[in-house]
């Protein structure tokens, strides 16, 4: 059961703190009451939801207290009681924050319902900092991985950046965290309260761009019976990703051009200007200025967009970084996996560690999550890694050794299955999956080569 909310009413008068504390109590709330303004400053414990505060009393008066208790709680509702009906007054507490101004006799009816609606407000208020600390701990910069040089650089831009609305650019490869980042840049800034709006500029049909984007009123064309605020009107206050910006078709190009330009847009197929207050970040995986070299994107809207730019290292230009990732994803994905994988085979990291990883981070998590559904606690092992890993070590293994000394390709096979039944164990049947071949013609090349696995292993 939900706690009552806590009330504070402070009046110099015993009766008029006797009277009121029974109508708020009688109202569903609790009532801690206090007799003059140094004794309510100097309360401490619970915080209230509200205070009924009384304006004229001795030594520190109303207006002292109002001051200072929005100083100490910025967003607490305080209601002002007075006996004079003062209109001055009454502007100068309000200007000062103050919820309400009521005049004594108080309405009974007046006085709760100013209260509950009080209430319900700082409820909201504290329930909206609560979800937004949530997402500033979800998408924040501390929820990026890594401690390379590479990545201590990205930490150092994007905190250059949350103090002002300036346009950020991040480049990077597919699957290399560029959302993340643009996540990270909105909600450690000024306008983490409003909204974060994502759009992949590539998944929207060309002829819908515009419209996706910038809205369009009711029969702008066949299909738009109603009329459609764009993803800009969406990011009001907040904040914009234009993700894969390179992939806007020339017309929408020319419309974001001049979004940019003045802050302000029109609804497709209207005529009434909008007004914006939104911060724009893009991204994009394709080298921007080759497009615009290509004629492909505008110079123009180029220089817009590419104000403070952010590159994000692929994940093999960072691999000091991939214990780290790889442990986070064991933490983030171990629920799905019904188990507890404490820890990485030394074989496993170290195949994780060699690979190029061309869908960078995003492929790093793949791999993971995949394989904490067949590894058994509490270790992840080389063999729960897809064999395409393995597989690509062995012929990693084999170029290393260079053009030297060349040998035949029998050489090189009996070198592979000895590797193999050095790896496994002697287990003829993991070496005949792992190389790809059945158990029949792994017996034969045994007989070959002259090959036999510890006694009693098979």
Same mark, same amino acid.
């Given at each position: 059961?939900?706690?009552?909310?806590?009330?504070?009413?402070?009046?110099?008068?015993?009766?008029?703190?006797?009277?009121?504390?029974?109508?708020?109590?009688?109202?569903?709330? *609790?009532?801690?009451?206090?007799?003059?303004?140094?004794?309510?400053?100097?309360?401490?414990?619970?915080?209230?939801?509200?205070?009924?505060?009384?304006?004229?009393?001795?030594?520190?008066?109303?207006?002292?207290?109002?001051?200072?208790?929005? *100083?100490?709680?910025?967003?607490?509702?305080?209601?002002?009681?007075?006996?004079?009906?003062?209109?001055? *007054?009454?502007?100068?507490?309000?200007?000062?924050?103050?919820?309400?101004?009521?005049?004594?006799?108080?309405?009974?009816d007046r006085l709760l319902t100013t209260l509950?609606?009080?209430?319900?407000?700082?409820?909201?208020?504290?329930?909206?900092?609560?979800?937004?600390?949530?997402?500033?701990?979800?998408?924040?910069? *501390?929820?990026?991985?890594?401690?390379?040089?590479?990545?201590?650089?990205?930490y150092d831009q994007i905190e250059r950046v949350l103090e002002s609305d300036i346009?950020?650019?991040?480049?990077?490869?597919?699957?290399?965290?560029?959302?993340?980042?643009?996540?990270?840049?909105?909600?450690?800034?000024?306008?983490?309260?409003?909204?974060?709006?994502?759009?992949n500029c590539a998944a929207i049909p060309e002829g819908l761009q515009e419209s996706e984007l910038f809205g369009h009123e009711k029969g702008a064309f066949t299909g738009a019976h109603a009329s459609h605020p764009g993803k800009f009107e969406q990011a009001a206050g907040g904040t914009i990703l234009l993700d894969e910006v390179g992939e806007m078709s020339p017309s929408s190009q020319a419309r974001l051009l001049r979004v940019l330009q003045e802050r302000c847009l029109?609804?497709?197929?209207?005529?009434?200007?909008?007004?914006?207050?939104?911060?724009?970040?893009?991204s994009s995986n394709r080298d921007l200025a080759q497009l615009v070299g290509e004629g492909r994107f505008r110079q123009d809207l180029y220089y817009r967009l590419v104000v403070f730019p952010i590159e994000l290292p692929p994940l093999r230009r960072r691999r000091e970084d991939i214990p780290a990732l790889v442990e986070h994803f064991l933490n983030k994905y171990a629920g799905d996996a019904g188990r507890r994988i404490t820890r990485v085979e030394p074989a496993a990291l170290e195949l994780l560690m060699r690979h190029d990883w061309p869908g960078n981070v995003r492929e790093l998590e793949n791999v993971i999550?995949?394989?904490?559904?067949?590894?058994?606690?509490?270790?992840?092992?080389?063999?729960?890694?897809?064999?395409?890993l393995a597989a690509e070590r062995d012929r990693a293994?084999?170029?290393?050794?260079?053009?030297?000394?060349?040998?035949?390709?029998?050489?090189?096979?009996?070198?592979?299955?000895?590797?193999?039944?050095?790896?496994?164990?002697?287990?003829?049947s993991d070496v005949a999956r792992q190389l790809g071949i059945g158990r029949s013609t792994l017996y034969r090349k045994l007989e070959q080569y002259g090959l036999r696995p510890a006694k009693g292993e098979d």
């Open positions: 059961m939900a706690e009552k909310p806590l009330v504070w009413i402070v009046d110099d008068d015993a009766a008029i703190r006797e009277l009121l504390s029974f109508m708020v109590a009688e109202d569903g709330c *609790r009532v801690e009451s206090f007799l003059s303004g140094a004794e309510v400053l100097a309360a401490s414990g619970a915080k209230p939801a509200a205070v009924l505060l009384d304006l004229m009393m001795p030594e520190i008066d109303g207006v002292e207290v109002l001051k200072e208790l929005r *100083r100490r709680l910025p967003a607490l509702p305080v209601i002002i009681l007075t006996a004079v009906s003062d209109i001055a *007054r009454a502007v100068e507490v309000t200007k000062l924050g103050a919820y309400d101004y009521l005049t004594k006799p108080v309405d009974k509950r609606r009080a209430v319900t407000q700082h409820s909201l208020e504290q329930e909206v900092g609560r979800l937004r600390g949530e997402l500033a701990e979800r998408y924040g910069l *501390r929820t990026i991985v890594g401690s390379s040089a590479a990545m201590r650089k990205v346009t950020v650019f991040i480049s990077g490869e597919s699957g290399s965290g560029k959302e993340l980042v643009a996540k990270a840049i909105h909600y450690g800034s000024l306008r983490a309260g409003g909204p974060f709006v994502d759009v029109t609804r497709v197929g209207g005529t009434k200007t909008i007004a914006l207050d939104v911060r724009v970040v893009s999550h995949r394989s904490l559904l067949v590894a058994s606690a509490p270790e992840l092992k080389r063999d729960d890694l897809p064999r395409e293994v084999l170029a290393d050794e260079g053009p030297g000394e060349l040998r035949s390709l029998e050489e090189l096979e009996r070198q592979a299955i000895e590797r193999a039944i050095d790896h496994f164990g002697g287990n003829l």
